[in-house]
């Protein structure tokens, strides 16, 4: 990669950016971090990663066990053999995306990478952000992501938006869908979030949905996407869900099924600073108008000492109640804010039972703890039990008394209006990735990346599956690799 592309910021692009921005860069994309990153390097680094199976070591696993840094990770179940699992995480040192499949209920895994399509320019070069997947019933896998062209000297080519479709698990993805490209200054795809219809009743089984923010730069010809197939990921109809007539600043769309084929779609609404919300009922062909779940204190992200370099970005992750019991087609969504205390970050709730049309006043998901941040949760309503499930970062068991060590919890809310039990820790080591400890900056290994945006979280039948990145093995070689450390990787864990 020439010097030019090492020292770019582009002019153009830079100079769009920088107005755009407010004070805390509350408008530069997510991916950013990544292609300063990359664009840094000397040459794109596309060789894979070593990932090998490993055993299940104090119920947590290492996923991706591979040289380099991971960020950013989501996880899905195949409901027909909830023994088959896919994962998915952001490279940062390496251009493509990473997908992880297990087929013996998460106790060992492989890897492989995410297609991407050809370079714009000779000298171009591309890479993939923001993983996100979802199974179908007839066993088809899909794994949504964001596709960043950038070339030499000339700064952001473009982006696009790719569902890749596997047959196998995971083991593989021969087939990619590339669209909704964009090569505006101002108009930057951004955090996919994709969802398949697995009522089996529904009139819209196995279709797809996927829902982004296409606004980064706050121009009014972006706002929410939203994607929708029924070709089984072959092509794919897009449309805009927010206000047509607003500013467009929205970001982390998150799309999610009612157990009648209802499509639902949460995000961030930065202006109007609440999490909003609209819905279909025809399979995502029209959507009513937007509305709004809850207004918080956070419009876009926030400086916590655990995440300071990055900033923990606030988004809505949701789910509904698809089984059988008492609480069948009840909404519920979770968000970080400020706590009362408005010093530290708390995760908050609220649910519906019409629909979408009310929501219940937000309440506190977890332990009630002074002195704590909690960031980038994710939410699970197990389809058989109904039980609602979230996962977390959380800062309790710090021992450096500056809020930096993080482990991830697991919650277990009570129909939306309590908690059944304690929080259970998940990690079996903490992680500090401030300061790695005190033995080196982490800002100089992975350019700030640090967790990235989110972690992920699939229940399914009394049995919950975190997935998420830690530090613990920061300075270990991964089997065949020498040159790079392992820094931040990719873990998951089994909770019955």
Not at 391 to 417: E, H, I, K, W
Not at 449 to 460: A, C, P, R, T, V
Request: aromatic share 10%; net charge negative; glycine share 10%.
């Amino acid at each position: 990669m020439s010097s030019a592309i090492r020292l770019l910021i582009a002019g153009s692009l830079f100079t769009v950016l920088v107005s755009a921005q407010n004070s805390n860069n509350s408008f530069t994309p997510r991916w950013w971090a990544k292609y300063q990153r990359l664009a840094q390097m000397s040459a794109p680094a596309n060789s894979p990663g070593t990932t090998r199976p490993v055993p299940l070591i104090a119920s947590n696993v290492d996923v991706s066990n591979e040289c380099g840094p991971q960020s950013e990770t989501f996880i899905t179940l195949n409901t027909k053999n909830p023994m088959f699992l896919a994962g998915g995480s952001n490279e940062i040192l390496r251009n493509p995306m990473r997908g992880y499949s297990s087929g013996d209920g998460g106790n060992t895994w492989a890897g492989v990478d995410l297609p991407l399509p050809p370079p714009i320019g000779a000298n171009g070069s591309d890479f993939g952000s923001d993983p996100s997947l979802a199974f179908d019933t007839s066993g088809n896998l899909f794994y949504s992501y964001i596709v960043v062209f950038f070339g030499a000297g000339n700064g952001i080519n473009g982006t696009e938006v790719a569902v890749a479709r596997s047959t196998d698990g995971g083991k593989s993805y021969p087939l990619a869908n590339f669209f909704s490209f964009s090569g505006g200054s101002d108009h930057f795809n951004d955090k996919p979030m994709i969802a398949a219809d697995t009522n089996m009743t529904s009139p819209f089984r196995d279709q797809v949905y996927v829902a982004w923010d296409a606004a980064s730069g706050g121009s009014a010809q972006g706002g929410v996407r939203f994607a929708r197939s029924s070709d089984h990921g072959a092509s794919f109809s897009v449309s805009r869900i927010d206000n047509p007539n607003g500013k467009g600043a929205a970001i982390a769309a998150v799309p999610f099924v009612g157990p009648n084929g209802e499509v639902y779609v949460a995000w961030n609404d930065i202006a109007a600073n609440t999490i909003a919300f609209n819905r279909s009922f025809d399979g995502g062909a029209t959507f009513g108008s937007p509305s709004v779940i809850a207004k918080k204190s956070i419009a876009f992200d926030i400086d916590i000492p655990a995440i300071s370099f990055r900033r923990a970005l606030v988004y809505p992750t949701c789910d509904s109640d698809r089984s059988n019991g008492p609480h069948n087609g009840r909404l519920y969504c979770v968000w970080t804010d400020l706590a009362a205390n408005r010093v530290n970050t708390d995760l908050f709730s609220a649910f519906s039972d019409n629909r979408g049309s009310t929501w219940s006043v937000p309440a506190r998901v977890a332990d009630a703890l002074n002195g704590v941040d909690r960031f980038y949760p994710w939410l699970s309503v197990d389809a058989v039990t109904g039980q609602v499930n979230v996962s977390f970062y959380d800062t309790r068991n710090d021992t450096t008394g500056q809020r930096f060590m993080t482990d991830v919890y697991l919650a277990r809310p009570s129909a939306g209006t309590g908690r059944l039990s304690p929080d259970l820790r998940v990690t079996s080591a903490s992680s500090n990735e401030h300061d790695c400890g005190g033995i080196f900056p982490c800002s100089a290994i992975d350019y700030g990346n640090q967790y990235g945006d989110y972690e992920g979280l699939i229940s399914f039948n009394g049995i919950s599956h975190p997935i998420w990145t830690d530090s613990r093995d920061q300075l270990n070689h991964a089997p065949g690799c020498s040159a790079n450390l392992k820094m931040e990787e990719v873990f998951t864990a089994t909770i019955h």
